[in-house]
C-alpha cells in the first residue's frame, strides 16, 4: 500500500504512538520513523525508548509545551529545506491533549502536506469499551484543577448530547466525580484505567457507586473518566427502546442492570424501563 505522500516531498506525520502496550505501535508507524529525517518528541529521553525498542535510530528534537514557538519555526525550517519530520508525543496521538496543533496549522498554512498515521488514543479506546453511546460524543480533555473552574466547566456540557470524555489525574479524580455528581447529577460513569496495560480496568456505576469504588484506597495510574449522556439531551436522540437494545445486544449485563441503566440514559423510571426490558425480552425469545 503506498503512503499518500511519497517520502520524497517534505512531509510533516503525525504519528500515534502506544499508550502503554508496545504492542499496539502499528507497522507503518515503525516504518516512517525508520524513514524521516528528524522526529520531534515531547520528551526526547521517553521517545528514545520506545525508538530503541523499535530499532529505530533518527535525529531526535525535543517540541513541548513551553518552546513550540522557537522548536515549531526551527521543525518548519527543516521541512522548507525538503526533510521530512515525524512529531510523537509520550503517548497516543500527537495532538491530542499533547502539544503539535500550532505546528500542523502553521506547516497547513504554508502548504506543507501534513500526513496523520492513526494509531492508539486513550479517549477512543475508552470510548470503544464504555457501551455508552458512541454515535455522539465530546472529549474536552483535562478539566480545570480549580473547583470552581472545573464546576463552570461540567457546567456548560450539562446539555450537551451524547456521551462527554474527559482526560483526569488520578490524584484529583474523586473531587472531579464529586463535581459531576453535584453539578450534573446522577448520572452513570465510567473510569478507564490503565487501559492497555497490566492493571487495565472499567470502574462502571452511577457516578455515587463510581466515587465509593475509588474512594476505597489510591487510585494509581492514569484514567479517562466518561459520563453518560443526560435524560434531557439522550431523549431526543435515543428513545428507551433503542438504548434497552444497544444493552441488551451487548449481552453483558443482567436485566436488572439494564433497566437500571437505561432507566438514567433515557430519563424514564426503572420500574418502566424494567417493564419496557422484559417485553424486549420475551419478543426476543418468542423469535
Ligand atoms: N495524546 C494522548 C492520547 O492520544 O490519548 C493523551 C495525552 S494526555 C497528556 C495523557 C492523559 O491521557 C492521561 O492523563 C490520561 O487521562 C489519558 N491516558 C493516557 N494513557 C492512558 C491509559 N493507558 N489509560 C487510561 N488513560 C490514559
Do not use: W
Amino acid at each position: 500500500m503506498l503512503d499518500p505522500k511519497p517520502m520524497t516531498v517534505a512531509t510533516l506525520y503525525i504519528v500515534a504512538t502506544p499508550i502503554g502496550n508496545l504492542e499496539d505501535m502499528t507497522y507503518r508507524a515503525v516504518r516512517i520513523l525508520g524513514e524521516v529525517d528528524l522526529i520531534a518528541a515531547e520528551d526526547t529521553r521517553h521517545s528514545l525508548r520506545l525508538l530503541t525498542h523499535f530499532g529505530i535510530s533518527k535525529p531526535l528534537t525535543s517540541y513541548f509545551d513551553h518552546n513550540q514557538q522557537l522548536k515549531g519555526e526551527r521543525i518548519l525550517h527543516a521541512l522548507r529545506q525538503g526533510k521530512s519530520v515525524a512529531l510523537i508525543s509520550d503517548a497516543g496521538t500527537p495532538c491530542i491533549s499533547d502539544p503539535g496543533y500550532q505546528l500542523v496549522r502553521d506547516a497547513v498554512a504554508e502548504g506543507i502536506p501534513v500526513v496523520p498515521l492513526p494509531g492508539a488514543c486513550a479517549a477512543i479506546t475508552a470510548l470503544s469499551a464504555s457501551g455508552l453511546p458512541t454515535d455522539t460524543f465530546t472529549f474536552a480533555g483535562f478539566p480545570p484543577s480549580r473547583q470552581g473552574k472545573r464546576r463552570t466547566f461540567i457546567s456548560g456540557m450539562s446539555a450537551l448530547p451524547g456521551t462527554l470524555i474527559l482526560y483526569e489525574a488520578p490524584h484529583r479524580l474523586v473531587d472531579t466525580l464529586n463535581d459531576v455528581q453535584e453539578v450534573l447529577g446522577e448520572r452513570q460513569v465510567i473510569v478507564a484505567r490503565e487501559l492497555t496495560k497490566m492493571f487495565e480496568e472499567c470502574i462502571r456505576g452511577t457516578v455515587s457507586e463510581v466515587i465509593a469504588t475509588v474512594s476505597q484506597g489510591v487510585v494509581r495510574g492514569e484514567v479517562v473518566l466518561l459520563i453518560a449522556p443526560g435524560a434531557v439531551a439522550l431523549q431526543e436522540s435515543e428513545p428507551l427502546e433503542n438504548v434497552l437494545g444497544r444493552l441488551m445486544a451487548e449481552g453483558t449485563f443482567s436485566l436488572k442492570d439494564i433497566a437500571k441503566q437505561a432507566a438514567l440514559i433515557s430519563g424514564v423510571s426503572r420500574s418502566e424501563a424494567y417493564g419496557e426490558a422484559l417485553r424486549l425480552k420475551n419478543d426476543i425469545n418468542r423469535d
